[in-house]
């Protein structure tokens, strides 16, 4: 990923709290549609104006091109606050970040998150790399806020399970179940994005527990009941792949090598 730095410059008079609010809602749209990724945005506020640091998918990845109306509307917000649309200032490649996938159209994605990714939880199925949410179809009304949402229950999940203190078997339920609230509304986007684009999306189902290993690499998909282990690990992750449910999944961590 690409860290950014982008300056808003006051060009009247504004009030710190209006100015705060406006840069808050288009830093958030600007999130909602993949343009900017991770939680934490440090702003400074100087002389003449504020600068935020982002982290980017791509060196282009603020072009007005990929603008959503969201994004517009708090562009507009800006303009009403007194300040003006930010300058961008590419900085470089981030160190510890995904590098964003090379394909200009994927044969085929896969939704896979967890709660140390901070990119987006679309992957190329080749190159199993991040692909900029903003260069998809829109899942939700104009932009990605659904799927950001989805991506950010299922790290929340991710994180409940890891630490293992509270809620972990309701966490682990909602990421390994076909049938979890959290699986159901991933599906339904993946699905959703599969048929605007007329690629195969496919939806990872976590897995952990279960009593032996022979029981796991028999275990059938759970969408049709059919054989869907693989003869090698794809990218590493997946033992499983069913390409009539286009799910994915691992053998159980209790029991994989
Ligand atoms: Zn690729
Ligand atoms: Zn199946």
């Known amino acids: 990923m690409i860290l950014c730095r982008l300056q808003f410059e006051c060009y009247q008079d504004t009030r710190l709290a209006v100015a705060e609010e406006a840069i808050g809602l288009y830093l958030a749209a600007l999130r909602d549609q993949g343009q900017i990724?991770?939680?934490?945005?440090?702003?400074?506020?100087g002389d003449s104006g504020f600068t935020a640091h982002v982290l980017c998918p791509e060196p282009r990845s603020l072009h007005p091109?990929?603008?959503?109306?969201?994004?517009?509307?708090?562009?507009?917000?800006?303009?009403?606050?007194?300040?003006?649309?930010?300058?961008?200032?590419?900085?470089?490649?981030e160190l510890f970040s995904d590098e964003t996938d090379p394909c200009a159209t994927p044969e085929a994605l896969i939704f896979f998150t967890s709660f140390l990714h901070t990119c987006s939880?679309?992957?190329?199925?080749?190159?199993?790399?991040?692909?900029?949410?903003?260069?998809?179809?829109?899942?939700?009304n104009g932009d990605q806020k659904q799927l950001v949402q989805w991506q950010e229950d299922w790290q929340a999940c991710d994180q409940l399970q890891m630490n293992g203190s509270v809620l972990q078997h309701?966490?682990?339920?909602?990421?390994?179940?076909?049938?979890?609230?959290?699986?159901?509304?991933?599906?339904?986007?993946?699905?959703r994005l599969a048929g605007q684009l007329a690629r195969p999306v496919y939806y990872y189902l976590y897995r952990l527990g279960g009593t032996s290993l022979t029981e796991e690499k028999n275990r059938p998909c759970p969408g049709c009941g059919g054989h869907w282990l693989l003869t090698e690990p794809w990218h590493g992750v997946f033992d499983f792949c069913c390409p009539v449910c286009q799910l994915v999944s691992n053998l159980s961590w209790d029991w994989r090598d």
């Open 170 to 191: 309701a966490a682990t339920r909602e990421l390994s179940e076909l049938d979890s609230d959290l699986s159901r509304r991933g599906r339904k986007l993946a699905q």
């Open 37 to 45: 990724q991770g939680r934490e945005f440090p702003t400074l506020m």
């Open 121 to 140: 939880p679309v992957r190329c199925a080749e190159h199993f790399a991040p692909v900029p949410l903003y260069r998809l179809p829109a899942l939700s």
């Open 65 to 93: 091109d990929f603008a959503s109306d969201q994004v517009q509307q708090a562009e507009q917000g800006l303009h009403q606050a007194g300040l003006l649309a930010p300058r961008v200032k590419v900085l470089g490649q």
